[in-house]
């Protein structure tokens, strides 16, 4: 396994950790990956804890590649 290079910003905090820090702050401020929540009569479709997980990841990633 390939040893990734860790680097850091002039703050001294890492970019991974700056990264899960924006993950957290977007997931609990939209609720992302939570599925969307329904008014009126609709049926509201709520995600399993696996597609939660995948969505949370796919959001790091995202996060991960802003800081790039």
Same mark, same amino acid.
Do not use: W
């Given at each position: ?15 991974e950790? /700056?990264?899960? %820090?924006?993950?957290k702050? /977007? ?13 009126g ?12 997980? %995948?969505?949370? /990841? ?11």
């Amino acid at each position: 396994m390939a040893e990734e290079k860790n680097e850091t910003t002039p703050g001294g905090r890492s970019k991974e950790d /700056i990264a899960l %820090d924006m993950m957290k702050f /977007i997931a609990q401020t939209t609720n992302y990956g939570k599925g969307g929540a329904t008014t009126g009569f609709s049926k509201q479709v709520s995600k399993t804890a696996e597609e939660h997980a %995948d969505a949370l /990841i796919e959001l790091y990633g995202k996060c991960r590649k802003a800081l790039a």
